[in-house]
């Protein structure tokens, strides 16, 4: 069955079945392979996109309940938040092995969105949800951090 | 950011560098780039690990794989140091599968990464190949201003003449530079010189950029025409063969292209990840599980409790224990057990294989090239200098990747053979084959034994019971000597403290369980036993944990230097903080290089422990990148704090209970402690920090725990799984 998905601002004909999750459209139809595959069952964040801008995993939608949402990956992902979390982490430079991080990126950026000044609390709950195996969690903390104050400034 | 340096693949590195190396990337067949020769004309490429283009990059071959701990910075800083280039100008990429070039000169004849090596084998040889270039960039500009050699300066990439007010960049030179004969001995920095090696803030990672908006190119981001996708249903324990299958609803299913059996299981071969996913679980398949591995942790523990009781190989001894204990006014006893251990890197195992009958061409994020090449070789029936490996950054490995039998590149290989050569193939784990697959950090007993007497320890008895991983590979002779596997005792032969009684004892049990070494290997839990203990007996005797360990403390001023730089850094008042929350100690070498941490812990409402802050001390002698050793001790600190908090592989009957991360806990963001790490000075030789960080964090823990009242964990994982 051919869905039409409106990924990055542009639209597509993805031939698939209904049951084919976002992620696998993604990355083996439209090739954004920035977003990762981790777990498959929405326990890892490494395939954190946005639906209308929320984040969400893109492991467990199926290709059949997008709609007419739009879809942002890691490759489109732009506006000041975007930046400042860029640069945050190229500061500090947070990747290790990096294969997690644009699931990281996508969630931080989404926090920086709602929350201006996050708290660590925050932090943690709008992060849990991406592992980091290298466990840079230090400084995804650190770094959102100094998003925030680089944005506020 | 957008134009950040790391390669997406050879080609796009090369592009606009005269274009004369090319790496060809997906068609078999096509020669790499002959990294031993010097191209005729344009990029300058000295030896085997630079190449300088006429646009002015200098691109670094790095023979270790990138998969986080940042060797493609730390050579590449050795090289710049040498060559007096600007940082911007440098870039990385992996030099390919060649063993005469690429060789890790800590393994001997052998191209591998591992073992925390990658910087100390590299320092000498990364900077005189940077020296040779710089030589012979000078010389080309002396010959060409027709000035003495000697009175030019090179500085931030700008080789320069004073004297006559000549200057040129590294690609101006490149040409000619590449003309020249190369120097064979070149004279390197004086430390006292150095601007990069050891220098704060200088030298940022060459990796972040692209790794930070989702350029960075991963083994499973590799497509080519043609390929196939493949999933194997790989066998539910370990050493059941494939008794019968029916494929006829996963060959059903749009998109499936072929199912073949292949040693390791039933192999899918679809256009996409999604329909072999699929069609793997409308397979039907059943197992032989006759010789397969049938018992359960526990059982394989209670008999590790009764071998514990029974002499072993004395792996390492000096004095009698025995009359040790004879006169011990006090003895203590205690078992310390580890579960089994998946590595669960981010990415899990993949690879692409392109075979056409005559070579063949893989692309993946190989750890092991001297060991992966022949292995594919020997499957598809080809010489090994017919299989070219293009190495990936790799989401990870933390030991997974080195295989010291290839398994995971036979397994490729095989895919490909039951194909045929008409397609390429991407083989991909799940998370599921990734924690199910084995390959674990064995399960081990420890049981130890001391006694004290007169204010002293005058016993000490370790009985280590576990697997060999090495026993029955080609890593035997090297890793097996006199009945002993140096990777289950290490760290427990050779402690910090100077006791008069002591002994090491091991007994290798037999496994149907495949096992590996994991994040620091054997210290993943000597480490926590002996560092468990110590601080027991001190407890016991009243003593400080810091100030009674260096009073034990054998000849080596190292351990009493990390020691005393982690009390310092977290202003160490004794292990009592406040309501609540204690601080614990341990101290660990591994690989080389010292670690000492202080963990302040307290429990928390649902019984787990709360790990507030962790202060580390590093002395890993010379310091190239002192950013990327921080980092390396602080993904340590939460590797293996996840670990001893929350992770085990159990297996029920011979089959692992955990297959993803909902039952496989790792730790998150709301666990991870607070990190301050100090690095200690030190004129040593280089050592590495990939694995150090990890041996201390688990007994600091299990310490403050001791400090606060309770038993120190004995059975790992302390939090009990959910699953």
């Known amino acids: 069955m051919a869905y039409t998905l409106k990924v990055n601002g542009k639209t597509h004909e993805v031939e698939a079945d209904a049951d084919t999750p976002l992620l696998w459209a993604l990355r083996d139809t439209l090739r954004l392979t920035g977003t990762k595959y981790g777990c498959g069952i929405a326990q890892c964040g490494a395939c954190t996109v946005y639906l209308d801008g929320q984040p969400l995993r893109a492991c467990s939608l199926p290709i059949s309940a997008v709609g ?59 992060m849990n949800g991406n592992l980091c195996r290298c466990a840079t969690y230090v400084r995804i903390r650190a770094a959102i951090h100094s998003a925030a104050a680089a944005l506020e400034a | 950011m957008a134009d950040h340096p790391l390669p997406l693949s050879r080609r796009a590195l090369l592009k606009g560098a005269a274009g004369l190396v090319v790496g060809v990337f997906l068609a078999p067949g096509a020669k790499l780039a002959q990294a031993a020769s010097p191209a005729a004309a344009g990029p300058f490429a000295p030896n085997a690990f630079i190449r300088v283009g006429t646009d002015n990059r200098v691109t670094v071959l790095v023979k270790h794989i990138e998969f986080g701990q940042g060797p493609f910075t730390g050579l590449s800083t050795l090289v710049a140091e040498e060559m007096d280039a600007d940082w911007a100008q440098m870039r990385a990429e992996h030099a390919p599968a060649n063993p005469a070039l690429y060789n890790n000169l800590a393994f001997g004849p052998m191209q591998g990464t591992g073992g925390s090596t990658a910087i100390a084998n590299s320092y000498e040889q990364m900077r005189k190949a940077g020296a040779t270039a710089r030589a012979m960039l000078v010389e080309a500009a002396a010959q ?37 004969p190369v120097p064979s001995d070149v004279k390197l920095k004086d430390p006292a010189d150095f601007k990069l090696i050891g220098r704060e803030g200088k030298v940022r990672r060459l990796d972040t950029g692209a790794k930070s908006n989702g350029a960075a190119r991963f083994t499973i981001d590799v497509y080519a025409p043609e390929m196939l996708t493949v999933v194997i249903a790989h066998a539910p324990s370990f050493g059941a063969k494939v008794a019968a299958f029916d494929d006829k609803a996963a060959l059903g299913v749009r998109g499936v292209v072929a199912v073949k059996q292949v040693p390791s299981g039933i192999a899918v071969y679809a256009d996409g990840m999604w329909p072999a996913l699929k069609a793997r679980s409308l397979l039907d398949v059943s197992w032989d599980e006759s010789a397969a591995e049938q018992r359960s942790s526990a059982q394989m523990l209670d008999q590790y409790r009764t071998s514990a009781g029974k002499p072993g190989v004395v792996a390492a001894g000096h004095g009698d224990v025995a009359k040790g204990l004879e006169k011990a006014t006090k003895t203590f006893t205690r078992d310390y057990s580890f579960p089994y251990l998946a590595h669960a890197p981010m990415e899990p195992l993949d690879g692409f294989l392109h075979w056409d009958g005559k070579t063949a061409r893989a692309a993946f994020g190989c750890q092991f090239p001297s060991i992966d090449q022949p292995t594919i070789a020997a499957v598809l029936g080809i010489e090994p200098a017919a299989v070219e490996i293009e190495i990936l950054l790799a989401g990870g490995s933390f030991g997974r990747r080195a295989q010291p039998e290839g398994d995971f590149a036979a397994e490729l290989a095989q895919v490909a053979k039951a194909f045929g050569p008409t397609r390429p193939v991407k083989l991909v784990w799940t998370r599921e084959d990734d924690l199910t697959g084995g390959r674990y950090r064995p399960l081990f007993l420890h049981r130890m034994q001391a006694g004290i007497a007169d204010d002293k320890i005058v016993a000490w008895k370790n009985t280590i019971v576990g697997a060999s991983f090495a026993k029955g590979t080609p890593m035997e002779p090297m890793m097996v000597k006199g009945g002993v596997d140096s990777t289950m005792v290490e760290g427990a032969t050779e402690l910090p403290y100077a006791l008069e009684n002591f002994s090491c004892e091991l007994h290798i049990e037999d496994s149907g369980v495949p096992g590996l070494w994991w994040r620091s290997v054997g210290s993943t839990h000597t480490a926590y036993a002996v560092e468990c203990f110590v601080d027991e007996l001190l407890q016991a005797q009243g003593l400080d944990p810091i100030e009674g360990r260096i009073a034990l403390l054998g000849d080596d001023a190292r351990y009493a230097g990390v020691l005393r730089e982690v009390a310092k850094l977290a202003d160490w008042k004794g292990p009592e903080v406040r309501a609540g929350r204690a601080r614990g100690v341990a101290v660990a070498k591994s690989f080389g290089t010292y670690v000492a941490q202080i963990a302040e812990v307290s429990m928390a409402e649902n019984g787990e422990p709360r790990v507030h802050k962790v202060w580390c001390a590093v002395d890993c002698g010379v310091v190239v990148n002192p950013d990327i050793v921080r980092a390396q001790m602080e993904g340590g600190i939460g590797y293996g704090l996840g670990a001893v908090l929350y992770g085990e592989i159990r297996l029920d009957y011979g089959r692992p209970v955990q297959k993803n991360f909902d039952g496989y806990r790792c730790l998150r963001i709301q666990e991870m402690p607070a990190v301050e790490v100090v690095i200690v000075k030190s004129a040593a030789p280089p050592t590495g920090v990939g694995e150090p960080g990890v041996p201390p964090i688990g007994p600091a823990v299990a310490n403050a725990i001791g400090r606060l009242g309770r038993e120190r964990p004995s059975q790992l994982p302390i939090v009990p799984g959910a699953v």
């Open chain 2, 144 to 180: 060409r201003w027709k000035v003495p050699a000697g009175e030019i300066t090179v500085s931030n990439g700008v080789v320069a003449h004073a004297a006559s007010g000549h200057e040129a960049r590294f690609g101006e030179l490149a040409e000619d530079a590449a003309k020249l």
């Open chain 1, 68 to 126: 007419k949402h739009e879809i942002t990956t890691i490759e489109a992902l732009e506006g000041a938040e975007a930046r400042a979390v860029q640069a945050a982490w190229a500061a500090l430079d947070v990747p290790q092995c990096g294969y997690c991080q644009s699931g990281q990126i996508m969630s931080a950026v989404a926090l920086l969105k709602v929350v201006k000044k996050p708290s660590d609390r925050d932090i943690d709950l709008a």
